[in-house]
């Protein structure tokens, strides 16, 4: 398992915890839509040579916008016009979509999303119950690929974030600490890799797959290395729950990773960040990495694989179910073409993460009747 580890196993007390903390996320969810009811409404900005207001303006009627009015763009800013459109959030990326089409060949042309603290008179906006629409991302696209993308960045401070946490989760583990284990867990630089390459592969993008398989790999790789040096020069305590917790997998294990991965990619799409935290503490990726440094470095060569089965449970589930959350919500590219392509890597993703699954769920199992 990779939550924190309890002294004494209640019947049917795994299944209690997937359930409630799904509950909790799912409340989580339902409390900021009701309070982002009234204040989701977006300004989305054009500036693009005036012939193309009557298009614009045409789009607005269609796509039934909230407000729409135009400005003289500033001083020495060329031919460009300024049009500003009010859109409800269950609007705003039919509207981006029409505007990239009809500015696609258009110099010069930029289009900016700006969020709206307040206006005047308020917007009542229906939920996505009513519009019969909750099956759809309330994040737009653009927005999504933003907010994902970063954790694909390679750079120095993720690097320093991955070595930290991996310090930090080996004397934890270690200590048998449960506070200082999450504390690795919280900082979780491993999970955005993972939620990029979902979203990479539902967008077709091969330049975020190719950052975010690097970014994920160099970083267990980085997280391996250290802690290997850490069982080196610190026997592994293997009277320490929180460390042998690590060596342990079950079907258990499989439910929570798989409710992990789909809370943690269904917090974004709702644009509901925050929730993520708890999602970090429930899939961590860093303590079971750790474990496998440790373990290696202290020899005890069973528990490396166990604590490696573990671990590849987690990045399959992870993986899976983030990218099955992305095709229900309906998260895709734009264009014909781009669709075409991305549906081609995503049967091939889907399918090549169901057969890993599979793969381990049987090798579990072997495990498991051999260590019985």
């Known amino acids: 398992m990779f939550w924190p580890a309890r002294t004494r196993a209640v019947p049917g007390s795994d299944?209690?915890?997937?359930?409630?903390?799904?509950?909790?996320?799912?409340?989580?969810v339902s409390a900021h839509r009701r309070f982002e009811a009234h204040a989701?409404?977006?300004?989305?900005?054009?500036?693009?040579?005036?012939?193309?207001?009557?298009?614009?303006?045409?789009?607005?009627?269609?796509?039934g916008v909230v407000d729409f009015w135009s400005v003289?763009?500033?001083?020495?800013?060329?031919?460009?016009?300024?049009?500003?459109?009010?859109?409800?959030?269950?609007?705003?990326?039919?509207?981006l979509d029409a505007l990239q089409s009809i500015l696609a060949d258009s110099k010069g042309a930029r289009?900016?999303?700006?969020?709206?603290?307040?206006?005047?008179?308020?917007?009542?906006?229906?939920?996505?119950?009513?519009?019969?629409?909750?099956?759809?991302?309330?994040?737009?696209?653009?927005?999504?690929?933003?907010?994902?993308a970063k954790g694909a960045r390679l750079d120095a401070n993720y690097l320093l974030m991955v070595a930290l946490s991996t310090v930090v989760a080996a004397i934890g583990l270690n200590e048998d600490s449960v506070a200082i284990v999450i504390g690795a867990m919280v900082i979780a630089p491993l999970l955005g890799p993972n939620l990029a390459l979902a979203l990479?592969?539902?967008?077709?993008?091969?330049?975020?797959?190719?950052?975010?398989?690097t970014a994920g790999?160099?970083?267990?790789?980085?997280?391996?290395?250290?802690?290997?040096?850490?069982?080196?020069?610190?026997?592994?305590?293997?009277?320490?729950?929180?460390l042998v917790a690590r060596t342990r997998v079950g079907m258990d294990s499989i439910a929570l990773a798989l409710a992990s991965g789909a809370a943690a990619t269904l917090s974004l799409t709702a644009a509901v960040p925050t929730a993520l935290v708890g999602v970090m503490v429930a899939v961590a990726l860093l303590p079971p990495t750790a474990t496998i440094g440790i373990m290696l470095g202290g020899a005890h060569f069973p528990e490396v694989f166990g604590a490696t089965l573990l671990l590849a449970v987690n990045i399959v589930c992870v993986n899976l179910a983030a990218k099955l959350v992305f095709l229900l919500k309906g998260v895709r590219p734009r264009t014909?073409?781009?669709?075409?392509?991305?549906?081609?890597?995503?049967?091939?993703?889907?399918?090549?993460?169901?057969v890993s699954l599979i793969v381990l769920i049987a090798a579990m199992l072997l495990w498991q009747r051999g260590v019985g």
């Open 15 to 28: 299944c209690l915890f997937i359930w409630t903390w799904l509950v909790c996320v799912g409340a989580l």
């Open 40 to 63: 989701a409404v977006k300004i989305i900005e054009v500036a693009a040579d005036p012939g193309h207001g009557p298009t614009i303006a045409g789009v607005a009627e269609k796509e």
């Open 72 to 95: 003289t763009a500033p001083a020495g800013d060329g031919e460009r016009q300024l049009w500003h459109l009010l859109v409800k959030p269950e609007a705003c990326q039919a509207v």
């Open 111 to 148: 289009i900016v999303m700006l969020p709206v603290e307040a206006t005047l008179p308020r917007v009542e906006e229906k939920t996505p119950i009513d519009e019969g629409e909750g099956g759809k991302a309330e994040i737009t696209r653009e927005a999504l690929y933003e907010s994902v």
């Open 200 to 213: 990479a592969t539902a967008m077709g993008d091969a330049a975020l797959m190719y950052r975010a398989a």
């Open 217 to 242: 790999i160099l970083g267990l790789l980085l997280a391996l290395g250290l802690s290997f040096l850490i069982g080196l020069g610190w026997a592994p305590d293997l009277a320490s729950q929180e």
């Open 336 to 354: 014909w073409l781009e669709k075409r392509k991305a549906s081609q890597s995503m049967k091939l993703y889907i399918g090549f993460w169901a």
